[in-house]
């Protein structure tokens, strides 16, 4: 049955995808549109106070990094067209536009239903989508059932083939089109199906080295909900093509499930409410199930999962998003199907309907809360997968920060030095600075709270190459080693930190919060003495505690 619902392979002989509509610089859409999108215009003055856009990165050996914007985006977004949400492409994109969104990608579930009929129809909407939202940067997607694990987004430019990749890829290694779902340790297939999770993102790669699509990226999507995706796994998708699997979601959607009184009171920020189940590995811990400040542990423990395959001294970033299926305290209903129609034979389910009566729900509008922002040279689709693959990516919660500028620089040097996912070559010994240049709230978040960044934490880690144990999930060497405390500080201002090299490479990687709500980290208080920490269930507002992350700067000592 499998084989038979498998597309025809394309021809390896066909020419690369057309170019990227808008890959111009931001002086050439001036020219074309007249003017930015207001959410990209007030996006990259209030995320980037750099002067304007130059050219790519410089071989200098202490890093020379291009000015950048930033641009806010969210990679997880579902419609009509899966099985489980409810709104419109109109809807979601307008949602988008008001909350300041720059870009965003529409991820289906994949099923039968969507790749039978579903993911064509949806294509005609993102085209439309895209011509009534100029300003904003509409991608087209799939939350992927990986074999033997969870989900993925994976996304692709726009281009001729866009879609059929898409389709091509969901028939041919989907786990649940394929039944390929099983990754227990018990499990006979385990190994089967993990293979076919990593043939799946090279056969991505080769799509984007043949040219048959410009450029296509993976995510690993809410990691810890389910503790299925092992850390061997997650190694295993990153290795099988760097350039694809970029990394996962530091943060998952449904950030709204644990507002007090609303959805229940076993309700966990992140819809993080599971146990332990024969699919998961087993050497998890029971509190690795839980998010921390609204973060997945995996990123949250300093020294925990994501410390440990940065330790190892490759770029694996971490983002935020929506996931947006309900909206809590909207109103809408799904409509009602017509006599013999299902989403199986049809691959979208039917217009909502507003009830004018708040609905269950656990998601927050794309942009309302969560907000990836990823720094470009040049304005366009091409451009924001660039940014993202380079690791240049900061994320917040709450509309915690307009903007948040790093640059880790040699003291004798005068250049810009190198920033969010960049390497920086040292001696050992020399003296660096790293400069945070932190641009606080100016205006109140959508909740109306007017947020108050309250510290600033440099957690560095030492750098000490491939772990024997691909299951290795502990970094004991990173900790945080400063804090700076900025309450009150507004307006933007510069941290100037001072490092220095040792005999070892390291990385360094920032985090901060409102200060609400924060206690010993996982991993204890000698490695992180006032990290997020899990709410009570049931208890969870999510704007009443909010934290940023950024991706980490990489400094490779000459001889280590």
Same mark, same amino acid.
């Given at each position: 049955?499998?084989?038979?619902? /498998?597309?025809?392979?394309?021809?390896?002989?066909?020419?690369?995808?057309?170019?990227?509509?808008?890959?111009?610089?931001?002086?050439?859409?001036?020219?074309?549109?007249?003017?930015?999108?207001?959410?990209?215009?007030?996006?990259?003055?209030?995320?980037?106070?750099?002067?304007?856009?130059?050219?790519?990165?410089?071989?200098?050996?202490?890093?020379?990094?291009?000015?950048?914007?930033?641009?806010?985006?969210?990679?997880?977004?579902?419609?009509?067209?899966?099985?489980?949400?409810?709104?419109?492409?109109?809807?979601?994109?307008?949602?988008?536009?008001?909350?300041?969104?720059?870009?965003?990608?529409?991820?289906? @579930?994949?099923?039968?239903?969507?790749?039978?009929?579903?993911?064509?129809?949806?294509?005609?909407?993102? /085209?439309?989508?895209?011509?009534?939202?100029?300003?904003?940067?509409?991608?087209?997607?799939?939350?992927?059932?990986?074999?033997?694990?969870?989900?993925?987004?994976?996304?692709?430019?726009?281009?001729?083939?866009?879609?059929?990749?898409?389709?091509?890829?969901?028939?041919?290694?989907?786990?649940?089109?394929?039944?390929?779902?099983?990754?227990?340790?018990?499990?006979?297939?385990?190994?089967?199906?993990?293979?076919?999770?990593?043939?799946?993102?090279?056969?991505?790669?080769? =799509?984007?080295?043949?040219?048959?699509?410009?450029?296509?990226?993976?995510?690993?999507?809410?990691?810890?909900?389910?503790?299925?995706?092992?850390?061997?796994?997650?190694?295993?998708?990153?290795?099988?093509?760097?350039?694809?699997?970029?990394?996962?979601?530091?943060?998952?959607?449904?950030?709204?499930?644990?507002?007090?009184?609303?959805?229940?009171?076993?309700?966990?920020?992140?819809?993080?409410?599971?146990?332990?189940?024969?699919?998961?590995?087993?050497?998890?811990?029971?509190?690795?199930?839980?998010?921390?400040?609204?973060?997945?542990?995996?990123?949250?423990?300093?020294?925990?999962?994501?410390?440990?395959?940065?330790?190892?001294?490759?770029?694996?970033?971490?983002?935020?998003?929506?996931?947006?299926?309900?909206?809590?305290?909207?109103?809408?209903?799904?409509?009602?199907? =017509?006599?013999? =129609?299902?989403?199986?034979?049809?691959?979208?389910?039917?217009?909502?309907?507003?009830?004018?009566?708040?609905?269950?729900?656990?998601?927050?509008?794309?942009?309302?809360?969560?907000?990836? @922002?990823?720094?470009?040279?040049?304005?366009?689709?091409?451009?924001?997968?660039?940014?993202?693959?380079?690791?240049?990516?900061?994320?917040?919660?709450?509309?915690?920060?307009?903007? /948040?500028?790093?640059?880790?620089?040699?003291?004798?040097?005068?250049?810009?030095?190198?920033?969010?996912?960049?390497?920086?070559?040292?001696?050992?010994?020399?003296?660096?600075? /790293?400069?945070?240049?932190?641009?606080?709230?100016?205006?109140?978040?959508?909740?109306?709270?007017?947020?108050?960044?309250? @510290?600033?934490?440099?957690?560095?880690?030492?750098?000490?190459?491939?772990?024997?144990?691909?299951?290795?999930?502990?970094?004991?060497?990173?900790?945080?080693?400063?804090?700076?405390?900025?309450?009150?500080?507004?307006?933007?201002?510069?941290?100037?930190?001072?490092?220095?090299?040792?005999?070892?490479?390291?990385?360094?990687?920032?985090?901060?919060?409102?200060?609400?709500?924060?206690?010993?980290?996982?991993?204890?208080?000698?490695?992180?003495?006032?990290?997020?920490?899990?709410?009570?269930?049931?208890?969870?507002?999510?704007?009443?505690?909010?934290?940023?992350?950024?991706?980490?700067?990489?400094?490779?000592?000459?001889?280590?």
């Amino acid at each position: 049955m499998t084989e038979q619902r /498998l597309p025809a392979w394309a021809d390896p002989s066909v020419s690369p995808a057309a170019l990227d509509p808008q890959g111009v610089s931001r002086r050439g859409l001036l020219r074309r549109a007249g003017l930015f999108g207001a959410a990209f215009a007030l996006g990259s003055a209030a995320t980037s106070r750099t002067p304007a856009l130059a050219a790519g990165d410089s071989a200098r050996p202490g890093g020379e990094d291009p000015h950048l914007a930033y641009v806010v985006g969210d990679h997880h977004i579902h419609s009509v067209y899966s099985h489980d949400a409810k709104y419109t492409f109109s809807q979601l994109a307008a949602k988008g536009a008001e909350y300041g969104l720059d870009w965003m990608v529409f991820t289906e @579930h994949s099923n039968f239903g969507h790749a039978d009929f579903g993911a064509a129809m949806e294509h005609g909407e993102i /085209l439309k989508a895209r011509a009534q939202n100029p300003r904003q940067l509409i991608f087209q997607g799939l939350e992927w059932y990986i074999p033997a694990a969870e989900h993925c987004t994976v996304f692709t430019a726009p281009g001729p083939h866009e879609v059929d990749v898409l389709t091509r890829f969901e028939s041919a290694y989907d786990g649940k089109l394929l039944a390929y779902d099983k990754g227990g340790p018990a499990d006979a297939d385990t190994a089967r199906n993990e293979a076919h999770a990593v043939e799946a993102i090279k056969w991505l790669a080769r =799509q984007r080295r043949s040219g048959y699509v410009d450029d296509v990226l993976v995510l690993a999507n809410h990691p810890m909900r389910l503790g299925i995706d092992s850390p061997h796994e997650m190694r295993a998708w990153r290795d099988a093509a760097p350039e694809i699997m970029i990394g996962m979601e530091g943060a998952p959607g449904a950030q709204g499930a644990a507002i007090p009184g609303w959805r229940g009171a076993t309700s966990v920020r992140g819809e993080y409410e599971n146990k332990p189940s024969a699919q998961s590995w087993p050497g998890y811990p029971a509190d690795a199930y839980l998010t921390y400040g609204g973060f997945d542990w995996a990123t949250a423990t300093v020294g925990g999962l994501w410390d440990s395959m940065l330790a190892e001294g490759r770029l694996f970033s971490v983002t935020t998003n929506s996931d947006a299926h309900r909206i809590v305290f909207d109103t809408w209903r799904n409509g009602d199907w =017509q006599p013999g =129609q299902t989403f199986d034979n049809t691959g979208k389910l039917p217009d909502p309907v507003n009830t004018g009566t708040p609905q269950p729900g656990s998601d927050f509008w794309p942009g309302q809360f969560s907000r990836t @922002h990823v720094g470009v040279t040049r304005y366009g689709y091409r451009a924001v997968m660039a940014g993202m693959r380079a690791g240049r990516v900061w994320l917040d919660h709450g509309h915690l920060l307009d903007g /948040l500028d790093v640059r880790l620089t040699r003291d004798h040097d005068r250049g810009r030095g190198v920033t969010l996912g960049g390497r920086l070559r040292v001696r050992k010994g020399e003296r660096l600075t /790293l400069n945070v240049t932190v641009t606080t709230a100016s205006r109140p978040n959508p909740q109306g709270i007017l947020p108050g960044l309250a @510290h600033v934490d440099v957690i560095r880690g030492a750098v000490r190459g491939p772990v024997a144990d691909r299951d290795a999930w502990q970094a004991p060497d990173t900790r945080v080693v400063r804090t700076e405390d900025v309450s009150g500080r507004k307006g933007t201002y510069t941290l100037r930190v001072p490092l220095t090299a040792g005999a070892e490479s390291f990385y360094v990687r920032l985090r901060g919060s409102d200060g609400n709500r924060n206690g010993a980290g996982y991993l204890g208080a000698s490695a992180d003495p006032h990290g997020p920490v899990p709410h009570a269930p049931g208890d969870g507002d999510p704007w009443a505690d909010t934290w940023f992350y950024s991706n980490p700067v990489f400094v490779d000592v000459e001889g280590s």
